[in-house]
């Protein structure tokens, strides 16, 4: 394998990912039923690409997962709809808000940079040792979910606050309540999911594309 053909690969594995999320994000796929809430696992290919791909490849696989955001929720509405779309309606007013592509991108562009690097710093921690990766990969997957909860939740918390307690018709000073409770409620177990999905996936493909560039010299840089 030379350098072209390692560019090759990776673009190929770019593009599955992106078919994955398009998949998860349009279809019931995208949610696991864990009996008191329904799990999403849209964010998983980012995190996955991310740790495999690099963060730059990471980036795209995120903002293709905002736009795919974007568009459920302009297509098929909710409440909290306007938190995602400038097309949606702010609750109280009659236009929808530009900082919603704010909350929309930002978080899911970082889903696909974090886990790598928790990723890699992790391994240096443990001095690339095989039993370490099922550690790293953990963290990468779990720093992934979370950071997409965390972030989308804390977002929403600052920038739409009044609005947020409107349409849920709760009083203003309940919404961090409200907002920790979710990112306690849906974050933990879909970190969960993520971590063990990702130890899955990610272990033999990593092993699969060391084993492909053993030899290869001056490989692209996915830094």
Do not use: W
Not at 12 to 17: D, P, S
Not at 72 to 86: E, H, W
């Amino acid at each position: 394998m030379n350098k072209q053909s390692a560019k090759y690969g990776d673009f190929v594995l770019t593009a599955l990912f992106a078919a994955i999320i398009f998949v998860l994000a349009f279809t019931p796929i995208g949610f696991i039923n864990l009996v008191i809430i329904k799990a999403t696992i849209i964010h998983i290919p980012v995190i996955i690409g991310s740790i495999v791909l690099g963060p730059k490849r990471g980036a795209i696989l995120g903002g293709i997962f905002g736009l795919t955001s974007l568009l459920s929720n302009y297509m098929t509405p909710s409440v909290l709809s306007f938190a995602f779309c400038p097309f949606i309606p702010v609750p109280g007013t009659a236009h929808g808000s530009p900082l919603a592509l704010v909350i929309c991108f930002i978080p899911r562009i970082l889903v696909g940079v974090v886990p790598y690097y928790v990723y890699q710093f992790a391994q240096k921690l443990s001095k690339n040792s095989s039993k370490g990766e099922y550690l790293s990969l953990t963290l990468g997957g779990i720093s992934g979910a979370l950071t997409n909860t965390a972030l989308v939740m804390s977002l929403i918390y600052f920038l739409f606050k009044e609005a947020y307690a409107t349409a849920k018709s709760i009083p203003v000073s309940a919404v961090i309540g409200v907002v920790l409770g979710i990112v306690g409620t849906n974050g933990v177990p879909e970190a969960l999911v993520a971590a063990l999905i990702t130890v899955a996936v990610c272990k033999p493909l990593l092993k699969l594309r060391k084993k492909e560039y053993a030899g290869v010299q001056n490989l692209p840089n996915r830094k």
